[in-house]
């Protein structure tokens, strides 16, 4: 079935510093691909997607590539604020057939960062 | 203001006694669906439905019930609680894009932390 594999947390960052978080995926077709967040006490939030290989993905100064041939979406940011601090979640939805409209998650990488 | 509405946000219980969780979006979403989230697990589909009257498994759907009366609610009920039902619960929706690809995004509730003791 599929799958998704975020890097292990939890990732502690000085303000200022670079961001990444892998993500590989494991699925059949074409998937779209997805990073959502949650703030603390939140629900989560779509941060950006994909939805073709090659296709980049950026909101709010994250950034993230689907690469078919790696099977990868990883989340970078340049510089990183306070207010990024959060969990962040991978995620795909398959195209079409029985698993139309779900969402596959990844574990959630816990950010924090400190000023 | 759209938005995906859950209730309550909080909830105490003990084992074998009945809950309902609701769910309520007011953008005329087809598509609903619950996720649990434990630590190191992210978040499992318990169930879906497609549209009023339409309701499916999703990937942990043991010891939970779904129904879809209204298009708009979607509450998740859990007959007989069990303590590895405590978890925080979200709810979301989404429309259609028959596109041939699934693109739509999926708006998430604020959640609801079900302890059962």
């Known amino acids: 079935g599929d799958s998704v594999t975020q890097m292990e947390g939890p990732v502690t960052l000085s303000e200022e510093a670079f961001l990444t978080i892998n993500c590989t995926y494991t699925?059949?077709?074409?998937?779209?691909l997805f990073w959502y967040v949650q703030y603390p006490g939140e629900g989560l939030q779509l941060l950006l997607k994909?939805?073709?290989?090659?296709d980049k993905g950026s909101n709010k100064g994250f950034e993230a590539t689907y690469r078919k041939e790696t099977t990868s979406f990883h989340l970078e940011k340049g510089s990183v604020q306070v207010s990024d601090s959060a969990v962040y979640f991978c995620?795909?939805?398959?195209?079409?057939?029985?698993?139309?409209?779900?969402?596959?998650f990844g574990q959630g990488t816990i950010l924090t960062v400190h000023p | 203001e759209a938005q995906v509405t859950q209730n309550p946000r909080y909830l105490i219980t003990v084992t074998g006694k009945k809950l309902t969780v609701t769910c309520s979006q007011n953008?005329?979403?087809?598509?609903m669906s619950w996720y649990r989230q434990d630590p190191g697990l992210g978040l499992r589909q318990i169930y879906y439905?497609?549209?009023?009257?339409?309701?499916d498994k999703g990937d942990v759907p043991e010891g939970y019930k779904v129904s879809r009366k209204e298009k708009r609610n979607f509450p998740l009920i859990l007959e007989s609680p069990s303590p590895n039902q405590t978890s925080l619960y979200f709810c979301?929706?989404?429309?259609?894009?028959?596109?041939?690809?699934?693109?739509?995004?999926?708006?998430f509730g604020p959640g609801t932390r079900l302890t059962v003791t």
């Open positions: 979301a929706s989404s429309g259609f894009m028959f596109l041939g690809r699934s693109s739509y995004e999926q708006y």
């Open positions: 953008m005329n979403h087809e598509y």
């Open positions: 699925a059949t077709g074409y998937p779209s």
């Open positions: 995620a795909l939805s398959a195209a079409g057939g029985t698993s139309y409209g779900k969402l596959t």
């Open positions: 439905s497609m549209n009023v009257e339409v309701t």
């Open positions: 994909a939805t073709k290989a090659d």
